[in-house]
Each structure stands twice: as structure tokens, then as C-alpha cells.
């Protein structure tokens, strides 16, 4: 289900400025944005696998760039949701 | 009144500029070829007028505010917002068409269509990808139609070709005896955020390009609802494709090229459509 807040502070984060900030201290952008606690555990630890089924692809995707992740970190981080797909289907 | 001088459409996928310096030998020649020739041919219909049916990255629209289809009607509209691109494409601006956008906008109110407007949209990779790419001389006003192709509920198939049809109508029926154009962007193939991010569908893609040559609305509809739920997310973007080939006619194609460009992570098509030119 999508999260609203967290694909807002993803938007949002496409902002030099905002990614400036994010870079500087997470935490404190975070503050602004009405965050579940698991979605909070989630980003604070870079959870990509937690986070995906909450927020556009596009976006988790330009999130985990200013985050500093490389495509193919990136695409790994993504695995564990396949393993699951693979699983719920049989 | 105005004329259809022709329908065309390619891929924008964003590596092309991001990558540019780092691609291979191969794939750029594949790139510049492939964007060169539809300059060539796009430049060779002088249009006047170019309406870019395109997605819109998370640029103007947020999940706030997202509208299914949204016509640009503003006189001048913003260049590209993503820093990778700026360096290639180095426009701060570039001209709209207020007088047929909003002919877009009234005759779709008319036909039972309900468009978002802007009047200053922000053209993103999307848009500015093909242009930079295709290196025209001059560029023409652009009436983008911005279709959501990135969140789900989407427009359906049909409403596409719908959408093409009405595109088609407008430019028929706006006075002035302008030259336009149609320029679908997007796709083929692709996978983005997802754990099969950088294949390709290649079978999909080939699939399209066939049913694009020929195949009537019925077949294609219902092969792209089937099809476009199995595959890659970036593959919604056809949606600009079926209306650039509604817009002409559904009158056949010529494929320019196609490449499976994995180092892009995007089966990249460039054709134009058979018709009145």
C-alpha cells in the first residue's frame, strides 16, 4: 500500500536544498514528515526491500541515487522481493 | 485549417544522457543514428507545431495532485529540470502554443474529455531526451499532453487511442493552417525500481513493433491490458505510442530502428507512421 508521507519526503527530497539536508542529517528532515514507526526503522536502517511495496518505483528509485547507491547496489537491495514474489506464487 | 503532417515516437530512457560520456561506441552510434534519422525525417514535415505525449517523472505532478491526462496551453513552457541533462540540453525555456493548446483542451471538453491544463509545465527527460537528440535546427512550439504512465490506476488502452483520435480531430479542426505534428515518447520495454530492474522484454517489445504495422484497435488493446501487467513497469509508457499511432490512423509504420539497449536499461524504438504526409 502506498505511504503517502514517505513518497512525499521522496518528492520532496528531489530538491537540491532538501537533498542537502537529507545528507546532513536524516533524522531531522524526517521530523517533518508524519512517518510510521516501521516505515521510520525502515529508512533509518536502508531497508529498500521494507520500503518498496510503500512508494513509487521512480521514486525509491531516485531516493536510493542521492543516498548514494549504485544501480547495481540498488538492484540487490531490491532481491528480496523477488525471493518473496517467487514464494507467494508456489 | 491546421494539417496532421505526421506521427512519430521514440524512447527517452534518461542513462542516454546521465550515461552519455560512459556509454559504449556501439550503443551511442545506435542512439545518434536511430534520434538523428527522426530529426531528419520530423524536420523534413516542417512542423509548426509539435505535441509531445509524454509521462511525467514526479516533476509536475505529485500524489496530491495527478491527473490522468494534462495539456500544456501555456506560450512557453520549462526546460529540463534534472541536472543530467541540463549540461546536454542547456534550454531554460522552450516555446508552447497557446492557441492549439487550448483548441486541445475546448475540443476534448467538447468530445467528452476531461484534461487537467497547465499553463507552465516543466519539460522533463521525457520531452527533452528526443530533442536534444534528435538535434533540430530550429524547435517547434511544443504542446506537451502529459498522460500518467507511472502510477497505478492508469488510463486504459482504449482511452488512448481515444486520446489520439481526439489529437488528431484538434488539429483538423484549428484554424490557421499550422503544421503539426505528434511525437509519442516513451518505452519500450523497461523495468525501473523493481527487482528486475535493467532487463528488457524483448518479446513485448517486438510484439508492439509488430502490432503497430498493422494490427487493428481490437488486437492491440487487448494485447497491451494482458501483456503490460507481466512486464516491466516502464513498459506502461506505450501509452504514448498507441495514441501517436491512434492520431495518424492506425495507418501502418516505418520502424527507424530497434535496439535492446540493456547498458540504457531500455528497448529503445524510434519510428514514424504511415499516413497523409
Same mark, same amino acid.
Given at each position: ?32 514528515? &508524519? ?12 531497508? $529498500?526491500?521494507?520500503?518498496?511495496p @510503500? ?19 540498488? $538492484?540487490?537491495?531490491?532481491q528480496p522481493l523477488a525471493e518473496t514474489a517467487v514464494a507467494s506464487d508456489g | ?10 524512447? @527517452? ?6 550515461? !552519455?560520456?560512459?556509454? %559504449? ?7 545518434? /543514428?536511430?534520434?538523428?534519422?527522426? +530529426? ?9 507545431? &509539435?505535441?509531445?505525449? %509524454?509521462?511525467?517523472? !514526479? ?31 542547456? #534550454?531554460?525555456?522552450?516555446? +508552447? ?5 487550448? @483548441? ?20 522533463? #527527460? ?20 502529459? $498522460? ?22 484538434? $488539429? ?8 503539426? +505534428? ?12 523493481e527487482p528486475t ?23 492491440? %488493446? ?7 501487467p507481466r512486464t516491466?513497469? +516502464? ?5 504514448? !505510442?498507441?495514441? /501517436?499511432? /491512434? ?9 527507424? @530502428? ?14 514514424? !507512421?504511415?499516413?497523409?504526409?
Amino acid at each position: 500500500m502506498t505511504d503517502y508521507w514517505l513518497s512525499k519526503m521522496f518528492y520532496d527530497l528531489q530538491s537540491a536544498e532538501m537533498t542537502q539536508a537529507w545528507r546532513e542529517d536524516r533524522a531531522a528532515v524526517m521530523q517533518d514528515y &508524519l512517518l510510521s514507526d516501521e516505515m521510520r526503522e525502515a529508512v533509518l536502517n536502508d531497508d $529498500i526491500a521494507a520500503i518498496a511495496p @510503500h512508494v513509487n518505483a521512480y521514486l525509491l528509485r531516485f531516493y536510493c541515487a542521492i543516498c548514494g547507491m549504485t544501480d547495481a547496489e540498488f $538492484i540487490d537491495s531490491l532481491q528480496p522481493l523477488a525471493e518473496t514474489a517467487v514464494a507467494s506464487d508456489g | 485549417m491546421a494539417e496532421l503532417i505526421g506521427s512519430f515516437a521514440a524512447s @527517452h530512457a534518461p542513462l542516454i544522457a546521465r550515461e !552519455w560520456a560512459t556509454l %559504449t561506441d556501439e550503443t551511442r552510434g545506435i542512439v545518434i /543514428a536511430s534520434y538523428r534519422e527522426l +530529426g531528419k525525417r520530423l524536420m523534413e514535415a516542417q512542423p509548426d507545431i &509539435l505535441v509531445m505525449v %509524454t509521462t511525467d517523472h !514526479w516533476v509536475n505532478f505529485f500524489l496530491n495532485n495527478l491527473p490522468s491526462f494534462c495539456v500544456g496551453v501555456g506560450p512557453e513552457h520549462d526546460g529540463p529540470p534534472e541536472a543530467f541533462l541540463k549540461p546536454h540540453f542547456p #534550454h531554460d525555456t522552450l516555446p +508552447g502554443h497557446e492557441g492549439f493548446g487550448r @483548441h486541445l483542451v475546448d475540443t476534448a471538453f467538447h468530445e467528452g474529455f476531461d484534461p487537467a491544463i497547465s499553463y507552465r509545465a516543466k519539460l522533463d #527527460h521525457g520531452v527533452c531526451i528526443p530533442l536534444w537528440q534528435m538535434a533540430l535546427k530550429d524547435i517547434p512550439a511544443i504542446v506537451p499532453v502529459f $498522460i500518467n504512465e507511472l502510477e497505478e490506476p492508469m488510463p486504459t488502452i482504449r482511452r488512448c487511442f481515444d486520446w489520439g483520435k481526439l489529437i488528431a480531430k484538434a $488539429i483538423e479542426s484549428f484554424p490557421g493552417g499550422q503544421r503539426i +505534428g505528434v511525437f509519442g515518447t516513451g518505452g519500450l520495454s523497461h523495468s525501473i525500481g523493481e527487482p528486475t530492474m535493467g532487463q528488457l522484454d524483448v518479446p513485448f517489445d517486438q510484439r508492439c513493433l509488430e502490432m503497430f504495422g498493422g494490427a487493428d484497435e481490437d488486437e492491440i %488493446t487487448d494485447t497491451l491490458e494482458d501483456w503490460l501487467p507481466r512486464t516491466g513497469n +516502464g513498459a506502461h509508457e506505450v501509452r504514448s !505510442w498507441v495514441i /501517436a499511432h /491512434a492520431a495518424m490512423g492506425g495507418q501502418g509504420f516505418d520502424l527507424i @530502428h530497434y535496439a535492446p539497449l540493456f547498458e540504457v536499461y531500455a528497448g529503445c524504438g524510434f519510428a514514424q !507512421w504511415r499516413g497523409t504526409t
